[in-house]
C-alpha cells in the first residue's frame, strides 16, 4: 500500500466533484421536506470527496497504523493486555445475546440470566467472596461501588464518623479518585523501601473514623503483600473494612484467594484479567464482591435463582441503590464466563503461575542492564527504574520509542511514581518462551544502542507512520478537526 499517500488526511484526498456513489432521481421529496426553515443549514457540509477505492484504502491504512494484541507483544505494566481468544467474541456475538433488550421481562430472558448468575458464582468461588454484583461498568466504577457498600454498612449500624479511606502512596490513582467521589477523605500512607505497605505507619493511621482500607496484592509493583493477615486484624479491630482492588487478579488465579486473606470486598477488571479487547481503555467490566454479611448492601438489581431453577431480578430495601441502568456491561460479562468455561478449573489454576513465570523470567534476563530497584521474585509485573547505566542521558521514554521501532507495544512507562524512570513490564501468561526472548533481545539490543549510539535511541522512533507528536501542544491546544489545522497552518 501506498501509506504515503492514503495515509493523508482524508480532506487532503478530496477532488472537488469526486463521488463513490449516485442515487437515483426517483421524485422522492427531499430529505429537508418538513423541517423548519429555521433549524435548515445555510451551507453544504463540509465533507470530503472522494471515490470508493480511496475512501476504503484510507481507512484500511489507518487502521493497520494501529497496535493491538493482535499484532504484537503489549507488555503494558497494570493493563494486562493478555491475548482474548477468539471465541469469547463468538460466545458475546450470538444472536441469542447481542439482540436481547435490556429491559426485556425476566421470564424471556431467563439464557441471559444464566450466564450473569453462573459469572456470578464462578468469581465468588475465585475471589473466596459470599456474592458478586457485575453491574459496574469499570474497574474505577467497582470501586467506588465497593465503597458505597462499605458506607452503607456502616451507616446501617449508625456508624456516622467514619469519613477516612486510607491507601497506599503506591496505590493505582483511581482509589483515591473513588474514594473522593464517594465522598470520604484520603488519607496516604507510605511504602517501605521494598515497595510493600509500611504496615506500623498504617496501624498508626487507624482509628475510628476510617470507614475503610484500600489494598491492592499483589501491589503496583508487582510484588505480594505477606502481611496481609495482620493487617486485615488490624483494620477489622479498628471496625473499618478492607477493601482489595483486584484490577490485577492475573496472578491469583488458581494460587490465593482475597476472600480467604480477610479481604471484606473487592473488584476484579473483567476487560483486564478475564480478557476482553480494552485497549482503547474500555469496554470495561468491574464486578464488586463482598463477604458473607454484606451482600444486602450491594447494588440493585440482583440476580437470584429461585428454588424452581429459574431466575429473577430482585432490589433489596438496604442496598446502596442502583449503580448502572440495568445489569452492567453484559457482552464483557459473557467473554469473562466464555474465558473462564473454556480454560476450566484446571486451566485457570495455571494462568496466575504461567503469569509469574513469565514476569520473573524477563526480569532475570534484563536485570545486568535495567536497573532493578526491588529485587524479589515479582508476581505478574515487575518494575525498572530505567537502564542501569545513566551516564547516556537515554531516558525511559526514549527506550519505550525505540521498542516501538521493533514492533513491540511498550511498557507502561513513569508509573508507579515511585522511582523517577519506571519501566513497568507485564508479559502475561499467554505469551510463549519464543516471544519473550525476542523481546528480551531487542531490549538488551537498546541497552547496546544507548551506550554506543545514545542519538539513535533518543531520537526515536524511526520508523513509525507517526513519529514525534507534539504531546503538549495537543492537550493545550487540540485541533480536532482539519479546518483548525487548516486555519493553524495558514
Ligand atoms: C486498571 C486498574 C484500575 C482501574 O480500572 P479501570 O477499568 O481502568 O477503571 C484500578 N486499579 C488497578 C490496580 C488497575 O490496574
Known amino acids: 500500500m501506498n501509506r504515503e499517500y492514503y495515509g493523508k488526511l482524508i480532506f487532503e484526498l478530496s477532488r472537488e466533484g469526486r463521488r463513490g456513489f449516485k442515487l437515483p432521481d426517483n421524485g422522492c421529496p427531499t430529505p429537508a421536506a418538513g423541517i423548519p426553515q429555521a433549524l435548515l443549514r445555510d451551507n453544504e457540509p463540509e465533507l470530503p470527496k472522494v471515490d470508493e477505492p480511496t475512501i476504503v484504502r484510507h481507512y484500511n491504512n489507518m487502521s493497520t497504523n494501529n497496535f493491538g494484541v493482535d499484532t504484537g507483544f503489549y507488555p503494558l505494566g497494570s493493563c494486562t493486555m493478555k491475548y482474548n481468544p477468539k471465541i469469547n467474541e463468538e460466545v458475546a456475538a450470538l444472536p441469542s445475546f447481542a439482540a436481547l433488550h435490556p429491559y426485556q421481562p425476566a421470564e424471556t430472558a431467563q439464557g441471559a440470566l444464566e450466564a450473569y448468575h453462573t459469572l456470578q458464582r464462578a468469581l465468588s ?34 456508624d456516622y464518623k467514619r469519613t477516612k479511606v486510607i491507601v497506599p502512596d503506591s496505590a493505582h490513582g483511581t482509589n483515591p ?3 473522593a467521589v464517594a465522598g470520604l477523605k484520603v488519607v496516604e500512607v507510605k511504602s517501605l523501601p521494598d515497595g510493600t505497605v509500611d504496615v506500623a505507619a498504617l496501624r498508626e493511621a487507624l482509628d475510628d473514623t476510617v470507614a475503610a482500607v484500600m489494598l491492592t496484592n499483589p501491589n503496583t509493583v508487582g510484588i505480594f503483600e505477606s502481611r496481609i493477615p495482620e493487617i486485615a486484624q488490624a483494620v477489622h479491630e479498628a471496625g473499618a473494612l478492607l477493601y482489595y482492588d483486584g484490577a490485577n487478579l492475573n496472578p491469583m488465579l488458581g494460587v490465593a484467594r482475597p476472600g480467604d486473606m480477610g479481604f471484606d470486598v473487592m473488584h476484579i477488571n473483567l476487560h483486564k484479567t478475564f480478557s476482553t479487547p480494552h485497549g482503547g481503555g474500555g469496554p470495561g467490566s468491574g464486578p464488586v464482591g463482598v463477604r458473607k454479611g454484606l451482600e444486602e448492601f450491594l447494588p440493585n438489581p440482583r440476580v437470584i435463582k429461585r428454588d424452581d431453577g429459574t431466575y429473577a431480578l430482585t432490589d433489596s430495601e438496604t442496598s446502596l441503590g442502583s449503580i448502572s441502568a440495568t445489569l452492567g456491561n453484559f457482552a464483557v460479562q459473557l467473554r469473562a464466563l466464555s474465558y473462564i468455561l473454556s480454560l476450566g478449573r484446571e486451566g485457570l489454576k495455571l494462568a496466575g503461575p504461567l503469569a509469574t513465570l513469565n514476569a520473573n523470567y524477563v526480569k532475570e534476563s534484563l536485570r545486568d542492564l535495567y536497573e532493578l530497584p526491588i529485587d524479589r521474585v515479582c508476581k505478574h509485573e515487575f518494575v525498572f527504574d530505567g537502564l542501569a547505566d545513566k551516564s547516556t542521558g537515554v531516558t525511559t521514554l526514549n527506550v519505550a520509542k525505540r521498542l516501538l521501532d521493533h514492533g513491540y507495544h511498550a511498557p507502561t512507562i513513569y508509573f508507579p511514581l515511585l522511582f523517577h524512570e519506571s519501566l513497568m513490564i507485564e508479559p502475561t501468561e499467554t505469551e510463549s518462551k519464543e516471544t519473550l526472548d525476542a523481546f528480551i533481545d531487542v531490549m538488551r539490543e537498546i541497552a547496546r544502542e544507548a551506550a554506543t549510539e545514545p542519538d539513535k535511541v533518543k531520537n526515536a522512533p524511526h520508523h513509525t507512520p507517526v513519529r514525534h507528536p507534539d504531546d503538549t501542544q495537543a492537550a493545550l491546544t487540540p485541533m480536532v478537526t482539519y479546518f483548525d489545522l487548516k486555519a493553524a497552518q495558514s
Open 177 to 179: 479518585a473513588s474514594a
Open 125 to 158: 468461588e475465585i475471589g473466596g467472596m459470599s456474592e458478586f454484583t457485575l453491574n459496574p461498568f469499570a474497574g474505577a466504577h467497582g470501586e467506588l461501588t465497593g465503597l458505597m457498600v462499605i458506607r452503607a454498612y456502616h451507616d446501617s449500624r449508625g
